[in-house]
């Protein structure tokens, strides 16, 4: 029965893939069933935009749905609501009006949580998912009923039409709200306390989902209002999706760095590239309203460009835990080891992500960033000291954050697929099924594609970027085929030169060790052991030693509780029998924000409990008091 779902959904995510790109290359509709549903009807509509993440979601839906069918064997739950998710996710942005967006929002919302709440491990994750998502829902239903009473429509296009004419403080006050939850649902700090509990709890399958695509929704939703419901909004708007972004790319990066449970690490890196996507974002929300629309473009195109690398990458790697924890049943690092000779398709396109998230060239993370760099560098364009200010931020977050995830991606993939296996599950684990091979492989093909192809991707995002910027022309160039330039001759690169460049430089070494003399044929030795005759995965850097160093230098923030226990024998305290190390951080914006927040609602609750005493006396009490003040009031 699950393969039959599995593939039914491969099938049609295909299609969906199909109708996506031929709106994203200009081929616009509207449908409305006026019946359907109440208060407008079903509303649907494509633009280039729309057609650009229904792609996004049908493509990466696409390999996922077939890794399912061997990873998900045998489910007997959850199928009508992985299909009511991944449909929920191609509505939202179709829909053209406020009640079809909220009811699709709303069930793409309610389906995860589901998915999310199956697995046994993921009770907490889902009450705090369930609490996130439906405060965030909340801001998105009075922010449109507020937009709705504005401009006397539910229709996105009379918005279009009518909301710029709204005064300033009713926009403030919609954008405010709306961006919490669109923000809220991207996982941006420091609203991003369900993405890293929910996204390791789900089945990696879905968990591949929701952080390579689902997120982007938020992202979708922060596009709409900053380019086009509300029109082109204050320069603060900007600034304050700029700011967050920044911080969200470096806080996740640091919280990913210390973190051994490889999927909860993943999560972490969908705040740090959430976060380099609202950089983008933000740098064409300051740029547009004061009058470098030509920027504004560059780097709305970056963020796109990032959007789609990381639905790419990031399912590629979710993908890959998710084949690590079906061969060897743990998420934590610390367990893994030597996974590279029993696993290498596995191992190989693990790599590939890895190599893409990190920003090397080159791959498609690199393309992305790259963009986003040569569009923040050219800020001093805009003669305004504040906003440079700002800007300076942003491309010294960016630089940190790209570096720290290289950084990351070297321990994730040296602790869990080099060196010696440390536990027995590691030691017996097994290569992936057929099904889920192909689909990594799908995967790590799209990154390469995507980034030694970016002379093909660059135009359709340019027209895209283009129409959201009321047609400013995008300062960016394909020369000779294989070459991208950005602003006449600011900058310029060639992923597919790069590429062969490397390709030749390999061909070169291999060549070379062939003219030495060099033998081909095996010798087998035992490693230098620091005196030892045979290598133990004890003698190896574990994923604490590796992090050890970030959190001596990042100690402010990460404010970890150190415990050594050392356990003497009791003739000699000369023999250790054995010695444990735990340094757990701590989270700041549980420690200063939720925690607090979480004492006040309790004692919120305790005075309401008070009040409902249960005696009925007390109740008509009640009664006669607010009759009393209505009458007085009236």
């Given at each position: 029965m699950s393969t039959a779902i599995y593939g039914l959904a491969a099938l049609a995510s295909l299609a969906a893939g199909a109708v996506g790109l031929h709106g994203l290359l200009g081929g616009a509709w509207t449908l409305t069933v006026p019946w359907l549903v109440p208060l407008g009807g079903l509303e649907l509509g494509m633009d280039r935009l729309s057609g650009l993440f229904v792609a996004v979601v049908a493509f990466t839906a696409l390999p996922v749905s077939v890794y399912a069918i061997a990873y998900d064997r045998g489910a007997r739950s959850g199928m009508g609501a992985y299909l009511t998710f991944l449909g929920a996710m191609l509505v939202v942005p179709l829909a053209a009006n406020a009640i079809t967006f909220l009811l699709a929002w709303e069930l793409m919302s309610l389906a995860s949580w589901q998915l999310v709440a199956r697995e046994r491990s993921?009770?907490?994750?889902?009450?705090?998912?369930?609490?996130?998502?439906?405060?965030?829902?909340?801001?998105?239903?009075?922010?449109?009923?507020?937009?709705?009473?504005?401009?006397?429509?539910?229709?996105?296009?009379?918005?279009?039409?009518?909301?710029?004419?709204?005064?300033?403080?009713?926009?403030?006050?919609?954008?405010?709200?709306?961006?919490?939850?669109?923000?809220?649902?991207?996982?941006?700090?420091?609203?991003?306390?369900?993405?890293?509990?929910?996204?390791?709890?789900?089945?990696?399958?879905?968990?591949?989902?929701?952080?390579?695509?689902?997120?982007?929704?938020?992202?979708?939703?922060?596009?709409?209002i900053g380019l086009d419901w509300l029109g082109t909004g204050p320069p603060w708007w900007g600034v304050v999706v700029l700011v967050a972004g920044t911080f969200s790319a470096v806080i996740g990066v640091l919280y990913a760095l210390v973190d051994h449970d490889l999927k909860r690490l993943l999560a972490f890196h969908t705040i740090e590239n959430v976060g380099i996507i609202l950089?983008?974002?933000?740098?064409?929300?300051?740029?547009?309203?004061?009058?470098?629309?030509?920027?504004?473009?560059?780097?709305?195109?970056?963020?796109?460009?990032?959007?789609?690398?990381?639905?790419?990458?990031?399912?590629?790697?979710?993908?890959?835990?998710?084949?690590?924890?079906?061969?060897?049943?743990?998420?934590?690092?610390?367990?893994?080891g030597g996974l590279i000779k029993r696993m290498p398709w596995t191992a190989a396109c693990f790599l590939v992500g890895s190599i893409a998230i990190a920003g090397l060239p080159p791959l498609n993370g690199f393309v992305s960033e790259w963009l986003t760099f040569q569009a923040l560098l050219q800020n001093l364009s805009v003669a305004r000291p504040a906003l440079n200010l700002v800007f300076a931020l942003a491309l010294a977050g960016l630089a940190l954050t790209a570096g720290l995830a290289a950084a990351c991606f070297v321990k994730a993939f040296g602790i869990s697929f080099l060196g010696l296996p440390r536990s027995e599950e590691a030691a017996h684990a097994h290569e992936?099924?057929?099904?889920?091979?192909?689909?990594?492989?799908?995967?790590?093909?799209?990154?390469a594609g995507l980034g030694i192809g970016a002379t093909l991707i660059v135009p359709p995002l340019a027209a895209v970027a283009a129409e959201l910027t009321r047609g400013a022309r995008v300062p960016i160039t394909v020369f000779g085929g294989v070459t991208v330039r950005v602003s006449g001759d600011f900058a310029s690169v060639s992923t597919l030169t790069v590429a062969a460049a490397l390709g030749v430089a390999v061909l070169l070494l291999v060549a070379g060790v062939r003219l030495a003399g060099a033998s081909a044929r095996a010798r087998v030795s035992d490693t230098w052991g620091c005196g030892r005759i045979v290598q133990t995965a004890r003698m190896q850097y574990t994923a604490t030693a590796f992090s050890n160093p970030f959190k001596r230098v990042f100690d402010f923030f990460y404010r970890p509780r150190r415990r050594l226990d050392v356990d003497l024998h009791p003739e000699s305290r000369f023999f250790v029998r054995s010695i444990a190390y735990e340094s757990p951080t701590r989270s700041i914006f549980d420690d200063w924000l939720y925690t607090p927040l979480m004492a006040a609602l309790g004692r919120a609750t305790a005075t309401a409990r008070a009040i409902q005493s249960g005696s009925a006396n007390l109740y008509l009490a009640y009664i006669l008091a607010a009759l009393v003040a209505m009458l007085v009031l009236g």
């Open positions: 993921g009770g907490r994750a889902a009450w705090v998912y369930a609490v996130m998502t439906h405060a965030g829902f909340a801001c998105l239903l009075v922010g449109m009923l507020l937009l709705a009473a504005g401009t006397g429509s539910l229709t996105f296009a009379d918005w279009r039409a009518a909301a710029p004419a709204l005064d300033a403080t009713t926009r403030h006050v919609i954008f405010v709200l709306l961006a919490l939850g669109f923000a809220g649902k991207a996982g941006v700090i420091p609203l991003h306390v369900w993405l890293p509990l929910a996204h390791p709890a789900a089945p990696s399958h879905v968990s591949a989902l929701m952080s390579g695509v689902m997120v982007k929704l938020g992202v979708y939703g922060l596009i709409r950089i983008g974002l933000g740098a064409a929300l300051v740029f547009q309203p004061v009058g470098a629309r030509e920027l504004a473009a560059l780097a709305l195109v970056a963020a796109l460009y990032h959007t789609v690398n990381h639905a790419a990458f990031k399912a590629l790697l979710f993908l890959g835990a998710g084949s690590v924890l079906h061969a060897t049943g743990t998420r934590n690092m610390e367990e893994m992936a099924p057929a099904a889920m091979r192909a689909a990594m492989v799908a995967l790590a093909l799209a990154c």
